[in-house]
């Protein structure tokens, strides 16, 4: 998803990225077994254009992950009203919510 202000973000879950589905294909066929199409939590990365933004606390990941959907909707609402000559800002207010 792409915002006016020249942010985006990408909104992910299932096997392989950081929410509670992630490991489901872990034995080959589990993807088959288990209805991973629904999750309880997610994983979210913040972009400039083509570029990943460093959302993350650890200094490791650009993304945070197992979020909840009210933490996935409070980083949209933060990126989607950033500033857009004012990045460190935006990434400063997801970092508050100490995630």
């Not at 400039?48 to 945070?64: A, F, Y």
């Not at 207010?93 to 995630?99: D, P, S, V």
């Amino acid at each position: 998803m792409n915002f006016e202000n020249g942010f985006g973000i990408s909104v992910q879950w299932g096997t392989f990225n950081y929410c509670e589905k992630k490991n489901l294909g872990a034995d080959g066929d589990e993807e088959t077994k288990t209805n991973r199409w629904e999750s309880n939590s997610a994983e979210i990365a913040v972009f400039e254009g083509e570029r990943m933004i460093n959302i993350s606390t650890d200094g490791i990941d650009h993304v945070i992950g197992w979020l909840s959907t009210d933490d996935v909707a409070k980083i949209i609402a933060i990126v989607q009203s950033a500033h857009p000559d004012n990045e460190e800002e935006m990434v400063e207010e997801i970092k508050e919510l100490g995630l």
